[in-house]
């Protein structure tokens, strides 16, 4: 991918995540996903000595959630209108937490192997380039000690792939068949350079999908890739279904699991 590309698609998402409805959408969001439920029972008893980055924090969904629990807490996110909107929420229940902008990308306001456990929730690692996605990971295995844990979503190209085939939308109802066709063509028309065929022979692919109104440009990944991309800098890999807050323990189940998203949690090398 060109710089340019690159830079269009950096700016087109942080410039999606300042608008106000998109801001308002995240400020009113409360509960956690179930695969994050499942995190916090498993760190249970370690999270009250843990210092914990957020990244993306957003509109403050996770805050309530985990800022009561951790010894530290700061939460980052790289849209002034987020870092404002989650000040607004929370400030007052919280009057010591920390939020700052910043992007992940480039943590340098952060110590090297500085937290213990880093999240980057609900997909927000998907809204940056290939190359900068890549940059970021670095930037976490070098703000996190060795040994902590990062856990994370990410866009599942698995699940989407089968969007691509116009197959798919058929079903009996026939009011059901007319809107499936409907997004099949919006789909298609956001992502011309993009086909069935084409889709199912990547790994990673950076997308259009309907989430807010097809203004974002999203990164899907394949599990196994994203495990090959982690390897490097990360240990004891484990993924997990965000819709069950299951452990997917083998590679059918990874394959075959059709949900839009999936968690990752993993340990900083
Ligand atoms: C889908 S929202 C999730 C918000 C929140 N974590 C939640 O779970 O409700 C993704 C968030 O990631 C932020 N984000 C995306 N790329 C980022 C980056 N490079 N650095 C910091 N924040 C980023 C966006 O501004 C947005 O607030």
Redesign the pocket.
Known sequence: MSKIESNMINDK?LQT?STSDVVNY?QY?QQLQPAEETIIKLLKNKLSNMKMLD?????G??IQHFFPLVKEYIG????VD?IKACQQRLSQSYPSIKLMV????NLSQFDDNYFDFILF????ID??SHEDRLK?LQEIKRVGKSGGYFFFSSHNLQAIEKLFNWRCHFSLNPFKTYVNLVMFAFLRGFNSSINYPTIKQKNYAILRDESHNFRLRTYYIRASEQIKQLEPLFTDIKVFSWKTGLQLTTKQDMIFCNDMWLYYLCRIK
């Not at 990244?55 to 509109?59: D, E, K, T």
């Not at 980052?76 to 849209?79: E, G």
């Not at 929730?121 to 927000?124: I, K, L, R, V």
């Open positions: 998402n995540y995240y969001l990244l993306g924090v957003g509109g969904r996770t980052v996110d790289y849209s987020m910043g992007d992940a990308r929730s609900f997909n927000g809204y940056i970021g």
